[in-house]
């Protein structure tokens, strides 16, 4: 049987959170990060410029930034993952889009953002400078102008390689459903 790509992504958002959500439920609360470190979110319409900076670059011109590092394995081009994030034009520092607990396919969203979750442990936060060439390019999108180089800080919370997907789903599937109500 074989099963849309929609379908399974709207499955790995839904068993990621899953996942996450008693995790996260389970361990007590933690102390505030400080301000040189993640953004909190719900955010400031606009972030200041130490914030819009990364101190490294890769071979095809992202800007990264550990934030709080992490050591683990790394998601893949073809896994699903759970994510905080948030994204603002690396000119102004206008926030453009942000979110809690997003779940996506790590191949399925512009290069950079792609290229730098695979950079990311399990736990991890960091910033990523994407240029232009590596987002949007010359396209407007949304509140987003052609050739805009984008900032983007990011919590990776958890991931599942498509196969963990699928299994789970699969599992799902084969327990039998509760007896109907009298």
Do not use: H
Request: proline fraction near 12%.
């Amino acid at each position: 049987m074989t099963i849309s790509a929609q379908a399974l992504c709207r499955t790995a958002a839904l068993l990621l959170t899953a996942v996450a959500t008693p995790v996260l439920a389970a361990t007590p609360p933690k102390p505030p990060v400080p301000s040189t470190q993640a953004i909190p979110l719900p955010l400031n319409p606009i972030v200041g410029a130490g914030q819009r900076l990364c101190s490294a670059r890769t071979a095809t011109g992202l800007g990264t930034m550990a934030l709080k590092p992490a050591e683990g394995p790394k998601p893949a081009k073809a896994d699903f993952a759970l994510v905080n994030y948030i994204g603002y034009l690396a000119t102004t520092g206008a926030v453009f889009d942000q979110g809690m607990q997003a779940a996506f396919p790590v191949g399925d969203v512009i290069p950079g953002f792609s290229e730098g979750l695979q950079l990311m442990a399990k736990g991890s936060a960091w910033r990523f400078c994407v240029p232009a060439a590596l987002g949007y390019g010359a396209q407007e999108s949304g509140p987003i102008p052609a050739n805009s180089d984008l900032v983007f800080q990011v919590e990776l919370l958890e991931f599942k390689t498509a196969a963990e997907v699928e299994a789970i789903r699969a599992a799902q599937g084969a327990q039998p459903s509760a007896p109907p109500s009298p």
